[in-house]
């Protein structure tokens, strides 16, 4: 048993990992590095002869760095199923189109034809059947599980047994998320090797300590009479962000909630999937905070006059053009800059755009949770660059044996 990594070790983005055995070939994740500005760099090291012998491919969640180079790899010869859950499905679908317009905006070439993205094929992982273990494709020596990870609707950590061995990829993960469960997987061994979400480093502050600062933040914009624009992903991030921003500003300030109206059909796919969601946090975000909301373009939204809160996706603030003539306004995002919004604001004076930290990923007290349940031989920390794995390794007081820092292209097994 060996485990490649073609994308996401050292790096933040393109999440990619090859395992194989004697017998069996599987693919977890197929991303893409957002800012990067080569095929080389911008896509997993995926060649003909990985793509040809594949024998299935596991998506954990739907976000561009783990599921748009999907078409890529069929590009290249792949023509197996993509197994994950309907949610995810439902949402990759969207993330094809809204990756094909990005690259479109900004002049890039796509390295696969429209016609490869007709040709994935997906198998349904059904949410009911979490933490029980699955026979592959009638391969009763090879299983698989999967639960919910807390890290967007649909989500899902996997774990593999075959040949005696155990792998376990987290995938994006959080146990701190205000509307999605997070699932301990259901362990009957000790695990052999497991891939982390190591996105956040030594993070050892907590949500809250976050949502605070955010607060703090979006009420001294509106004392400047600054519009606050929230740009992220169409399903997770944003809906997070909304369920803990109205919670925190509702009794001392009255402002305006802006949705675009792909976040907000979003929303109902979280009513038809609830197998992962908090219910009463659920229940009290659909009461409370839906009904409130208000639905517009970016367009419409700069010019209302009004204070108040949008939350839009990247590829619609990109596809503006009337920017010089906008109100002052502050762009944030809670994950990595986006170089197009960047240069945006280079030629806008009026513009500001910044980094602020909202937690969708695990910091050093819910890896510890993870690593006693898992009680790993191995550890391999993923989604960051190799300076956070150490410091995460180091915090954890791991040692050498059994956690190993990896790059794109090494194989650990």
């Known amino acids: 048993m060996k485990v490649t990594f073609l994308g996401g070790a050292g790096e933040y983005g393109r999440s990619c990992f090859l395992l194989q055995g004697e017998d069996i070939s599987l693919l977890i994740d197929c991303g893409v590095m957002k800012n990067a500005k080569t095929v080389e760099t911008k896509y997993p090291l995926l060649n003909e002869q990985i793509a040809k012998n594949v024998d299935a491919v596991f998506i954990t969640h ?25 949610p995810t499905r439902k949402q990759i679908k969207k993330v094809f189109t809204l990756w094909r317009e990005t690259e479109d905006q900004t002049g890039q070439e796509l390295p696969y034809s429209k016609q490869s993205e007709k040709l994935v094929q997906f198998e349904k992982l059904d949410l009911c059947c979490k933490n029980q273990w699955i026979p592959l494709m009638g391969k009763e020596t090879i299983h698989f599980m999967y639960g919910c990870s807390g890290h967007t609707l649909g989500s899902v950590w996997f774990f593999f047994r075959f040949n005696g061995k155990y792998v376990f990829f987290s995938g994006d993960y959080s146990m701190e998320s205000s509307l ?15 891939i982390l979400d190591g996105a956040y480093g030594s993070e050892l502050n907590d949500q809250d300590s976050y949502i605070i600062r955010l607060r703090e933040m979006v009420m001294e914009a509106n ?16 809906q997070e962000l909304l369920f803990s921003l109205f919670m925190s500003l509702q009794e001392s300030v009255v402002m305006t909630f802006t949705v675009s109206e792909d976040i907000l059909l979003a929303l109902e796919d979280y009513e038809r999937n609830q197998a992962c969601l908090k219910k009463e946090n659920y229940q009290w975000f659909k009461e409370k905070v839906v009904p409130k909301l208000w639905v517009s373009n970016v367009e419409e939204w700069l010019q209302d006059g009004e204070l108040g809160i949008g939350f839009f ?9 009337h920017w010089k003539h906008s109100s002052p306004l502050k762009i944030i995002t809670t994950g990595p800059l986006n170089d197009n919004i960047r240069k945006l604001v280079c030629e806008n004076d009026h513009l500001q755009y910044e980094k602020y930290r909202f937690k969708v990923h695990p910091g050093v007290e819910e890896t510890k949770h993870m690593l006693r349940f898992l009680t790993p031989k191995q550890t391999v920390f993923t989604h960051g660059p190799t300076n956070l794995a150490l410091e995460l390794k180091e915090a954890l007081t791991l040692d050498e044996e059994s956690t190993k820092i990896v790059e794109v292209s090494e194989t650990v097994g």
């Open 62 to 86: 739907s976000h561009e760095d783990h599921s748009a180079a999907i078409p890529y790899l069929y590009e290249l010869g792949y023509r197996g199923k993509i197994f994950t859950t309907e």
């Open 180 to 194: 999605l469960s997070f699932e301990k997987p259901n362990i009957e061994e000790r695990v052999d090797l497991a």
């Open 223 to 238: 004392e400047k009479g600054e519009k606050v624009l929230f740009h992220g992903p169409v399903v997770g991030k944003m």
């Open 313 to 321: 996706l990247e590829n619609e603030i990109v596809g503006y053009s």
